[in-house]
């Protein structure tokens, strides 16, 4: 948490939907590190030096990273577990866990919050060096049904940590997995090399699917830290062990795959080789 839809619904935000003020255009004044150990790159006193003067001429997400293209150079954060990235007047009191604050020329500044200290912050001249090995964009033209097909079947991973693989595909995290698969009808250990091409396209569409309700819902709010989003309110059995399944009725069962907490129904999900 957060995964695509919450990013991109972040980001959306911070470039001025519904009316609000944006970053883009915004010119950086000063910045303010107060956990060095945040900025990934460079090292916090050269971050500061080489952000100043920078304008945001852009605000987008690339998997779970959010991108803020710069007139000179690029600024990319990833909320990790439990960050927020916003945009406040500077009048607004600075919170314990603000850990990144960039003061713009004008009345506001953006601020990176994380309180469990696993979010990160680069500034860099090439987007490489931090989005390089990003797989495909889930809701790309480029990620269709036979491509998912080609390569679920060049890899024998279990699917589930094979899709939360950022390499596979960038974006999917913990909750919109088990969706996915939830709604496919494929359990979450099964090799990848076993699904067949009508397996791909019904877990192509699913993934497409569950992002896309994702983002109009504005993610979804799980814990403390994020609200206004609606997608919990969805969920068929991320976070619903013990509940009927909304198919068939069998108990919906929590079982570890690839160290994770996963969710499925083992009736609608039967496992195969």
Request: proline share 6%; with cysteine.
């Amino acid at each position: 948490m957060p995964e695509l839809p919450e990013v991109e619904t972040i980001i959306r935000r911070l470039k001025g939907g519904g009316g609000a003020p944006s970053v883009v255009g915004q010119r950086i004044q000063s910045v303010e590190v107060n956990w060095g150990k945040i900025i990934a790159l460079p090292d916090p006193s050269q971050f500061k030096q080489n952000l100043i003067g920078k304008t945001i001429i852009d605000a987008k997400r690339r998997g779970k990273f959010m991108h803020f293209p710069l007139d000179i150079g690029h600024l990319f954060a990833h909320l990790r577990m439990s960050g927020d990235m916003r945009l406040e007047k500077k009048l607004e009191s600075v919170e314990p866990y603000d850990r990144v604050l960039l003061n713009f020329s004008e009345d506001y500044r953006m601020v990176f919050s994380n309180i469990r200290k696993f979010g990160r912050i680069w500034y860099t001249n090439d987007p490489k060096d931090v989005i390089g090995k990003l797989g495909p964009e889930p809701l790309s033209e480029n990620f269709t049904p036979q491509h998912l097909y080609e390569e679920l079947q060049a890899h024998s991973r279990q699917i589930k940590p094979l899709l939360m693989d950022q390499t596979f595909i960038a974006g999917l995290g913990n909750i919109y997995t088990d969706e996915a698969l939830y709604i496919s009808g494929i359990h979450p250990m099964r090799p990848s090399d076993s699904l067949t091409k009508a397996d791909a396209e019904h877990l192509h569409h699913a993934i497409q699917n569950v992002l896309r309700e994702g983002i109009r819902s504005l993610g979804a709010s799980i814990d403390w830290i994020y609200r206004g989003g609606q997608f919990q309110n969805y969920f068929k059995v991320y976070k619903k062990e013990g509940t009927p399944c909304p198919r068939c009725g069998t108990s919906i069962e929590k079982i570890k795959v690839g160290q994770r907490g996963t969710h499925f129904c083992p009736r609608c999900q039967i496992f195969k080789e």
